[in-house]
């Protein structure tokens, strides 16, 4: 469905303007015996679709929430579009974070709300769009995961690839510049496995994003990302392009295979039909 | 004798530990309700949030506090018949109830029960929120959960339980007169007059009032406090809950002694 | 849930709690007196001893509430006690009224009675009642009463010399 790797030129124009992310000789750790990262680099160039992987418990969600400014590095910095994160006020912080958005781990979805509750809080929050043009937004994002017959149900009523992919409805509901994606395949079968995992291609190439994938599902990465940085204890071992990777000889990257394909499960939870459903909201 | 020493010396730090983690919880929720009373701006400008919040405090704990407070008046009566016919003193079994329920019971009783029934429900619903990441998602999403789920439940908890514990006391007199006049035959009259004169509206049923908003504060503060600071597991979150019911409690008693001191010395 | 229905609900319980509020003052706590009570007049009066008198304790006049004891002081240097009685607007008092201190039942709670003398000019609010009566107190009429047995067992003649000091009134 998707070609392998970027068709876009990836070194050409990174070093003319400023990485979307840059984190320099980044160290962070909770208690101060204890190091989560320790020096770890890396950028991420504007349009592009890059993974950050490693195993479980080795500092890759960390990294996103350094970027988010959850946390503060101990040492090192992070710089979003060249400035540094650090040194952002509260309102600045707040301004940064209404440009990027974050799908955790399991959804997140707020269980009081109806999906289509969920996809409207950030506009509601963030904007005084009237109701009718909310409803279209958000019919329009759960159109693009292909739910947008769920909008009535309740998170509770979904399955857990359905509900990653509502989450990704809501987290590109206000067309964010920075994507990250904090272990967007964990416990997904196959199939929705895939379904996920083109779609966070698609809407980067669609939208004009800048993502950051952390995972450790090597295989369906390789399928969609442009750049791949492994994390093992703190420090990147290992980082390329996804043909390098694939030659790579580090044992630490020996680790992938070829995943499936889309099969025949339909992209779209069945529904009214587009047309009906938007020329509905006007009446 | 160097073990006995070792222990006893452990017992000691033991001790001194839970005494700072508790001097250090105690910090940080003061701090929290700063933090609340500085985010609460958007709750009264947005009503709504409010409203749904009121529902789950407040009207999902009416019928336990309406049927508690009418069976607790009712007992009162009985009990209070049954001491007040030795001193031939049965027309003061209004004053007995309605003193009873407005200055202590009311506040009190509709505390303890709020704080099970309302106070556990939003500890265990923040706790959750915190488990699944709902919580970190507003927060990335430039949404500070503070002002958006903590403070609507923390208001909603401040307004409810005082207008529960007036419905408490109104409906534990109902029942004292239930039972001293129309099952046991008190005159209506005598029952209703001397409460009314030895009942005054300041001392008694605005300090009772006043009393139920300290306790409102207080359990409505260690419900999303505990819901807010627990372990982001579902251990975490049912023991929170559990600590929410337990500290209320203790909060609740102690601070109905020393505002009773406060407030009632006067006449003891 | 109906957001509707979560309004109505909401309404209901914020109506009803505010009128069990209202109960309370109105019908349980007499609000509606107090409103009287706050345009009476103050009056102050000494007393030798006042017993178990306590502020807020009723002022009678031939039974009827009149008002209430406001504030109950030690004057530092006569030794007296000071007490401040709130009466109604509607209830006015010759100046040669007397103040005594009663105990409804035998261990009841104490309160104030007011005498009504014949002057025609009335009591003005901050002014002071000049005759005052103190509590009686049991102890003290029990050991004159057995005193007095055993004196009148022993001389034959009743003492009578400082039998009353303690009910007598104050000129």
Redesign the interface.
């Known amino acids: 469905m998707f070609a392998s790797s970027a068709p876009h030129g990836v070194s050409a124009t990174q070093s003319e303007i400023a990485p979307m992310i840059a984190l320099d000789e980044v160290s962070f750790g909770y208690t101060k015996d204890r190091k989560i990262l320790s020096g770890v680099s890396l950028t991420v160039p504007k349009g592009k679709l890059v993974a950050v992987m490693g195993g479980s418990g080795c500092g890759k969600t960390t990294i996103l929430r350094l970027i988010?400014g959850?946390h503060t590095a101990s040492a090192g910095t992070v710089k979003v579009s060249g400035q540094s994160i650090d040194s952002m006020s509260r309102d600045q912080l707040?301004?940064h974070?209404?440009r990027?958005?974050?799908l955790?781990?399991?959804g997140?979805?707020?269980?009081?709300m109806t999906v289509f509750e969920n996809i409207a809080?950030?506009m509601r929050?963030?904007t005084d769009l009237p109701e009718s043009i909310i409803r279209d937004l958000v019919l329009m994002k759960l159109n693009a995961v292909g739910l947008r017959g769920t909008a009535e149900l309740k998170p509770s009523e979904l399955s857990g690839g359905m509900a990653r992919r509502v989450a990704l409805a809501r987290t590109i509901a206000l067309d964010p510049e920075l994507v990250?994606y904090d272990e967007p395949f964990a416990g997904l079968d196959p199939i929705s496995l895939s379904v996920v995992g083109q779609l966070i291609r698609k809407l980067n190439d669609a939208l004009g994003m800048t993502s950051i994938l952390v995972t450790h599902d090597i295989m369906e990465s390789l399928k969609i990302v442009d750049y791949i940085y492994f994390i093992s204890e703190g420090k990147v071992v290992a980082h390329g392009d996804v043909a390098t990777i694939k030659s790579s000889n580090d044992p630490f990257v020996k680790q992938f295979v070829n995943g499936e394909p889309d099969g025949p499960v339909r992209f779209h939870y069945p529904a009214k039909p587009l047309v009906e459903e938007f020329s509905g909201a006007a009446a | 004798m160097n073990g006995f020493v070792t222990g006893v010396a452990n017992w000691f730090i033991g001790i001194g530990e839970a005494t700072r983690g508790g001097i250090t919880r105690l910090g940080f929720a003061t701090r929290f309700l700063l933090a609340v009373i500085r985010a609460s701006g958007s709750t009264f400008l947005r009503p709504r949030l409010l409203i749904k919040e009121l529902y789950h405090a407040g009207v999902l704990s009416l019928i336990i506090v309406l049927m508690s407070g009418l069976f607790i008046g009712m007992v009162l009566a009985l009990q209070g018949y049954e001491t007040l016919v030795r001193f031939g003193a049965t027309e003061a079994m209004g004053v007995l109830v309605a003193l009873s329920l407005v200055r202590e019971l009311g506040p009190v009783v509709a505390g303890l029960l709020f704080a099970s029934r309302a106070g556990s429900a939003i500890t265990a619903e923040i706790g959750l929120m915190k488990t699944t990441e709902q919580l970190a998602a507003m927060e990335v999403m430039a949404v500070d959960p503070v002002a958006r789920v903590v403070a609507p439940r923390f208001w909603a908890g401040v307004i409810s339980l005082p207008l529960l514990a007036a419905l408490f006391s109104t409906l534990g007199i109902y029942g004292g007169y239930l039972v001293g006049v129309k099952l046991i035959g008190i005159d209506g009259g005598a029952f209703w007059g001397q409460m009314q004169a030895a009942v005054d509206w300041r001392y008694d049923v605005l300090n009772g009032v006043i009393k139920s908003i300290v306790f409102a504060v207080a359990v409505s503060l260690i419900a999303v406090f505990e819901g807010y600071d627990a372990t982001p597991t579902a251990e975490g979150v049912s023991a929170a809950t559990t600590r929410t019911v337990v500290t209320s409690a203790l909060v609740i008693l102690a601070l109905d002694f020393v505002l009773t001191v406060f407030m009632f010395r006067g006449s003891i | 849930m109906n957001k509707r229905t979560v309004d109505l609900w909401v309404g209901i319980f914020v109506a009803i709690g505010i009128a069990a509020l209202f109960f309370l003052a109105l019908k349980v706590g007499n609000l509606l007196n107090f409103k009287e009570e706050k345009n009476g007049y103050e009056v102050m009066v000494r007393f030798d001893n006042i017993g178990n008198l306590k502020a807020r304790a009723p002022v009678k006049s031939a039974g009827v509430v009149v008002g209430r004891v406001e504030r109950i002081r030690l004057d530092p240097k006569t030794y007296e006690a000071t007490v401040r009685i709130h009466l109604e607007k509607n209830f006015q008092f010759p100046k040669d009224t007397i103040a005594t201190i009663f105990t409804s039942g035998l261990l009841g709670e104490q309160f104030v009675g007011l005498e009504a003398g014949g002057d025609s000019v009335m009591l003005q609010d901050e002014e002071w009642i000049k005759k005052s009566q103190s509590a009686i107190q049991i102890e003290k009429l029990i050991s004159q009463f057995l005193f007095n047995q055993a004196q009148s067992g022993s001389n034959g003649a009743p003492a009578n010399g400082n039998a009353p000091a303690a009910a007598g009134v104050k000129p």
Do not use: S
């Not at chain 1, 997140?108 to 009081?112: K, S």
């Open positions: 988010c959850q707040y301004a974070r209404r990027l958005g974050m955790f781990q399991f997140a979805l707020f269980t009081d809080f950030p929050e963030h990250l």
